[in-house]
């Protein structure tokens, strides 16, 4: 199995639709290709712009295909891997694709939310497998 994780610049920012509509998108699909993960998006008001950050995980090929069709898709840019490589286990065995707004509490009730800084989501996480990507996750939400 692999795992990516990269962060990138929203071509502009989301709204909460916009992101609901890409979370179902990529819970539909990631679900059919036997990919999990998590998404992270923070907007931040003083640059007015929105980040994301993503941990994918899956099938080698899955992956590959996956990450070809985030490298073009034109609602982000400044693509930056922050790790990569093989896995044995899945960190996000149970998910989809977890995500979190860091700015629009009323996702807070979407099924797949979950609190980065939760006990709960950490207890999800398979820590043996704890990747460079997602102690960055957790460094980019605490910060």
């Known amino acids: 199995m692999k795992h990516i994780t ?31 993960g998590c998404l992270v998006y923070r907007y931040n008001d003083d640059y007015d712009r929105g980040n994301f950050l993503q941990v994918l995980e899956g099938p080698e090929a899955a992956i590959d295909d996956v ?16 790790d990569e490589g093989s896995i044995e286990e899945r960190m996000f065995s149970n998910w989809s694709m977890g995500f979190r707004n860091l700015d629009a509490e009323d996702l807070k009730h ?27 996750l957790r460094s980019f939400y605490d910060g």
């Open 6 to 36: 990269y962060v990138s610049q929203a071509q502009r920012p989301m709204s909460q639709d916009d992101l609901a509509g890409l979370l179902e998108h990529s819970r539909a699909r990631n679900l059919q290709d036997d990919i999990t």
């Open 67 to 82: 990450w070809r069709r985030i490298s073009s898709d034109n609602r982000h840019h400044t693509i930056v891997i922050i």
């Open 110 to 136: 979407a099924e797949g939310f979950s609190d980065l800084g939760s006990d709960a989501f950490w207890a999800q996480i398979n820590e043996k497998n704890l990747s460079n990507g997602l102690e960055l």
